[in-house]
Nanobody, 127 residues
Framework: QVQLVESGGGSVQAGGSLRLSCVGS????????MGWFRQTPGNERETVAT????????DVFDPVKGRFTISLDNSKTTLFLQMNNLKVEDTAMYYC????????????????????WGQGTQVTVSS
């Protein structure tokens, strides 16, 4: 089992920055994929950024590409999401996820590779 705890969310004005952290515990070293997803009420969960831990390969997806950066610490237990130039439309609940189903950089881009989820941290961006 893997436990994930997110932190770093909050309220910020448009153009500002936040850094989200996700601390993993339990059998975290068995996970090949870690990632950040976000969701707003009434909408599907959206993939923000993914990380293939074995290859240390991160991917960031539109519409946040170029503004957000995903990284993993050397111990492979803490995943970060640096969010710069935040926009009102980035307002959402952000979730950290991990998967121990095996994978590759391309596989980690798929949501069905993730079987562990954190409780989420709220990010609110105001104009």
């Amino acid at each position: 089992q893997v436990q994930l705890v997110e932190s770093g969310g909050g309220s910020v004005q448009a153009g500002g920055s936040l850094r989200l952290s996700c601390v993993g515990s339990g059998t975290i070293y068995s996970t090949a994929c870690m990632g950040w997803f976000r969701q707003t009420p009434g909408n599907e969960r959206e993939t923000v950024a993914t990380y293939y831990t074995d290859g240390r390969i991160g991917d960031v997806f539109d519409p946040v590409k170029g503004r957000f950066t995903i990284s993993l610490d050397n111990s492979k237990t803490t995943l970060f999401l640096q969010m710069n130039n935040l926009k009102v439309e980035d307002t959402a609940m952000y979730y950290c996820a991990a998967g121990d189903l095996g994978g590759s950089a391309s596989a980690c881009r798929l949501r069905d590779r993730y079987n562990y989820w954190g409780q989420g941290t709220q990010v609110t961006v105001s104009s």
